[in-house]
T-cell receptor
């Protein structure tokens, strides 16, 4: 079974700074997908970014980008020019190829300080 | 556009009472549907998923059950709640087209407190 580990339970950063959230996973599969979801205080889960394992190019979405290291099984999320609205719980998730069920990490609570 | 509705938002129930949480999706056909539970410090745990009417797969043996009586309706139930059933329950859907790595879209969740 796959496991997803987020080793940083909480982080905080000053507004406008850059922050990186860590995620590692364990799998024996070669084809899979990785996701970062954001859960703000409203508790609504929102997809931030998605990465296909077969793509070497790191995914980017505006201020959000990932550093995908397949050999190291690492998938970190970088938030540039952080904003107060980025304050949320961030979950890393893994999805197998051919299987739409996701395995989630335990989350990192990110606080952006004004 | 597609929307997902989940209710109630908050529920307080005594131990031993029944449970029924409902989730409906609009704007799509034959979605895959999911029930997740979020417990403090444990991330999201997949409870049930469904790829079609009447087709339910259980991920974790427990006190809960799920049903899909209509294409876009997913219900989470229990005959007798336990204290350990407390948590934040999230319904989600995906396109179900067979394309890999599909995104999950979540409802707004139900906070269940069993006392």
């Amino acid at each position: 079974a796959q496991t997803v580990t987020q080793s940083q339970p909480e982080m905080s950063v000053q507004e406008a700074e850059t922050v990186t959230l860590s995620c590692t996973y364990d799998t024996s599969e070669s084809n899979y997908y990785l996701f970062w979801y954001k859960q703000p205080p409203s508790r609504q889960m929102i997809l931030v970014i998605r990465q296909e394992a077969y793509k070497q190019q790191n995914a980017t979405e505006n201020r959000f980008s990932v550093n995908f290291q397949k050999a190291a099984k690492s998938f970190s999320l970088k938030i540039s020019d952080s904003q107060l609205g980025d304050t949320a719980m961030y979950f890393c998730a893994f999805g197998n190829f051919g299987n739409e069920k996701l395995t989630f990490g335990t989350g990192t609570r990110l606080t952006i300080i004004p | 556009s597609q929307t997902i509705h989940q209710w109630p938002a908050t529920l307080v129930q005594p131990v031993g009472s029944p449970l029924s949480l409902e989730c409906t999706v609009e704007g799509t056909s034959n979605p895959n549907l999911y029930w997740y539970r979020q417990a403090a410090g444990r991330g999201l745990q997949l409870l049930f998923y469904s790829v079609g009417i009447g087709q339910i797969s259980s991920e974790v043996p427990q006190n809960l059950s799920a049903s899909r009586p209509q294409d876009r309706q997913f219900i989470l139930s229990s005959k007798k709640l336990l204290l350990s059933d407390s948590g934040f329950y999230l319904c989600a859907w995906s396109e179900g087209t067979g394309v890999n790595g599909e995104k999950l879209f979540f409802g707004s969740g139900t906070q269940l407190s069993v006392l």
